[in-house]
């Protein structure tokens, strides 16, 4: 834990060394002092010493009938035996227990002990565990720790995540006077389902946990006071007076309250693209409920969640803002406040924990091995595996991608490199004329409200701008092409901006046997939506001017044409192989799509790994095939892809300048993918 014996040792786990106190020691968290205890043993043959429940040598339920009679004529009578136990129990309770297991002295936290020994889940009372042993003592230590606002915990499914954090949101409000806890999940039915594995566990408990409640509101909240009538008739009744809630998932649910518990299930397991489910945004809002003022933190939060079908990237922001040993030196504060701990599926797989709790790590990682290697040749469903079976952090974040025609693994795995870096590989601005004079000459100039992330690799101290003509310019670099998904209407001018569309574009960097850093690369990203399409126009205007390419544009939307046509930029503009003179662009029919997808499908096989857009890749997990208008993102890089690997150089000698098309470099054959 975080409270240091001078005797005692430390334990790493995960990140943080936690602070255990010498054998038959522990910190009496009421008289604030250490204690002796007894170590409990069942046996003294060391290979029989395991974990035992605590119950008590006789009936306690019978005895304490007998008691409950004598008070009804004596309120201050109680039986000497049966409060020497109840203190006994509450002791071990708040300060924890020793006990042999395979003859080694084992510490456990109150709340473990209370947790194996009393609360009672759906299939019994929970087996003792040393990966728990391992997660109470770290969530003791975010407890007691003064400069942390608790903990964020990513595990394998199945694991008693949900059990644990149970105990942690009902503890506090059942012993403490006129505090509140409060549940959130995914949904606010989740978050109910949550509560009733609460209630369900608190139904077993012994009578000496359970304080005076209102049973009648007990479906929507654990309230510990009497019920509205009987406070009526005993108004000098002892009541705590303290509240176990739950509500939905909006970040604003429990804003201006004051926690002493807040637990958040299922942090990760979000709609990526929900503004509103943004973690950050909603931790941002709960996290003032628990402190004082700016430095005094007086309730502690819980944030569990196993990934699986979200990853998305608040949840790993709020885990990588987490990390203790990369905290502020100044303030000793993470950048979240909080603390996180990961536990790999190989240290708590159950079918290879022993009769100690130990999970033998050596035979249970072997085995989740094969089982990733017989599904190798299926990458979704090893993606999946690995997701509910992680062994990094890195791969408990991969994200679920039911529809997606790619391969996911790579996705994913590319997504967990970049997304754990400690700085992007992109740098944020915009492309401007230089001196604000149109077709002169571009700069990029960085800035954090920047439209444009421009990859890291593009070296903007070369000159660029590979343009040449007088008033009617033209593109002088064909190893760049520029994708975009265009759109035409004002938002002022839509009903329902919740489903307007992104404008898409993005750059790409042709093979180049002799530019290794930016052969088969993606310059830069464009995922914005400007009050006026002219805006965006010009920004992928000014895009293509800086780079010298050429432009797919999607031209189910004529606005763009003609905007690069008023511009006076319409050699720029890619047409197909064969069709009419004015034709420019691609239409998004299902043929072209599937060769977007084939396209896409090829490159991401060999060059996943040049992808540095944490947007783009996770728009291509998301990417439908059949519904692909929410997918900007893919769209207009798979134009850049499409017209990369298409693109041809018109073999006929130009003899005169002037005799040339405005395409005659650029013709497009969108026939044939069999080469892409």
């Not at 035992?52 to 309120?75: A, L, S, T």
């Not at 059990?163 to 039915?189: C, E, H, W, Y």
């Not at 922001?317 to 990390?323: A, H, K, P, V």
């Not at 100690?356 to 040749?377: E, H, M, T, W």
Request: hydrophobic share 35%; net charge negative; with cysteine.
């Amino acid at each position: 834990m975080f409270i240091k014996h001078e005797e005692g040792k430390t334990e790493l786990v995960y990140e943080v060394k936690v602070n255990i106190p010498p054998v038959g020691i522990v910190y009496d968290y009421v008289e604030k002092d250490w204690v002796k205890v007894p170590v409990f043993k069942n046996t003294n043959i060391s290979k029989d010493q395991k974990w035992f429940r605590h119950v008590p040598g006789f009936d306690y339920d019978d005895e304490r009938e007998i008691e409950k009679e004598k008070q009804k004529y004596d309120k201050l009578y109680f039986d000497p035996k049966l409060e020497g136990y109840r203190n006994e129990e509450w002791f071990k309770r708040l300060n924890g227990v020793w006990f042999m297991c395979n003859g080694q002295p084992t510490y456990i936290t109150g709340l473990h002990y209370m947790y194996i020994n009393w609360w009672k889940i759906d299939v019994g009372y929970p087996d003792y565990r040393d990966s728990d042993r391992r997660t109470w003592l770290y969530w003791q230590w975010c407890v007691e720790n003064p400069d942390s606002y608790g903990l964020i915990e990513c595990t394998r499914r199945r694991s008693g995540k949900t059990a644990r954090a149970a105990l942690a949101a009902f503890d506090p409000p059942s012993r403490m006077f006129n505090v509140q806890s409060g549940i959130q999940s995914k949904t606010r039915d989740d978050a109910k389902s949550f509560f009733t594995k609460v209630i369900g566990s608190f139904k077993h408990l012994p009578d000496f946990f359970v304080p005076t409640y209102d049973y009648k509101k007990i479906q929507s909240t654990l309230g510990f006071r009497h019920p509205g009538n009987a406070q009526k008739l005993n108004k000098k009744a002892r009541e705590l007076n303290s509240d176990l809630t739950f509500k939905s998932s909006d970040n604003l649910a429990y804003d201006s309250q004051k926690l002493i518990r807040y637990i958040r299930d299922e942090f990760a397991k979000i709609d990526v693209k929900d503004p509103k489910a943004n973690i950050v945004e909603g931790w941002s809002i709960v996290k003032p409920t628990m402190s004082l003022g700016s430095k005094s933190i007086i309730g502690k939060a819980l944030f569990t969640s196993t990934v699986e079908e979200g990853g998305s990237i608040p949840a790993q922001e709020l885990w990588m803002g987490s990390g203790w040993q990369e905290r502020d030196k100044d303030l000793n504060r993470t950048k979240s406040g909080l603390c996180r701990l990961f536990t790999p599926a190989y240290e708590n797989d159950e079918d290879f924990m022993d009769e100690y709790g130990v999970c033998d790590r050596f035979k249970a990682k072997p085995y989740q091995q094969q089982i990733r290697d017989s599904l190798s040749g299926n990458p979704r469903q090893l993606a999946s595996y690995i997701r509910k079976f992680p062994w990094t952090i890195e791969e408990a974040f991969y994200r679920d991608a039911d529809l997606c025609p790619f391969n996911v693994l790579k996705l994913n795995e590319q997504l967990s490199v970049i997304s754990f870096l400690g700085e992007p590989m992109y740098i944020q601005g915009d492309f401007v004329w230089e001196e604000d004079l149109q077709d002169t000459q571009v700069n990029f100039v960085e800035s954090e409200n920047g439209r444009f992330l421009l990859n890291k690799n593009v070296d903007l101290n070369e000159d660029w701008n590979h343009v040449e003509g007088g008033e009617k310019k033209r593109p002088l670099n064909r190893n760049v092409v520029i994708g975009v998904d265009p759109f035409d209407h004002k938002a002022v001018d839509i009903v329902d901006q919740k489903r307007m569309s992104m404008g898409g574009c993005y750059g790409f960097h042709k093979f180049d046997g002799l530019d290794s850093e930016l052969s088969e690369t993606f310059l830069f990203e464009y995922l914005a939506r400007p009050d006026d399409p002219d805006d965006f126009y010009e920004d992928c205007l000014k895009a293509a001017y800086f780079f010298g390419g050429k432009v797919l544009v999607e031209n189910n939307k004529s606005g763009f044409l003609n905007y690069f046509d008023r511009r006076g930029y319409s050699s720029w503009l890619i047409r197909p192989k064969g069709g009419r003179m004015t034709q420019r662009g691609i239409a998004a029919g299902v043929a072209s799509k599937e060769q977007l997808a084939g396209a896409f499908a090829s490159y991401i096989d060999k060059n996943t790994h040049k992808i540095v857009f944490p947007r783009l890749l996770n728009d291509l997990l998301d990417f439908d095939i059949q519904n692909s208008t929410k997918n900007d993102a893919t769209m207009s890089a798979g134009w850049a892809i499409v017209a990369a690997y298409r693109l041809k150089r018109n073999k006929r000698v130009i003899q005169n300048e002037k005799e040339q098309s405005a395409n005659d470099d650029y013709n497009f054959d969108f026939s044939d993918i069999s080469m892409i």
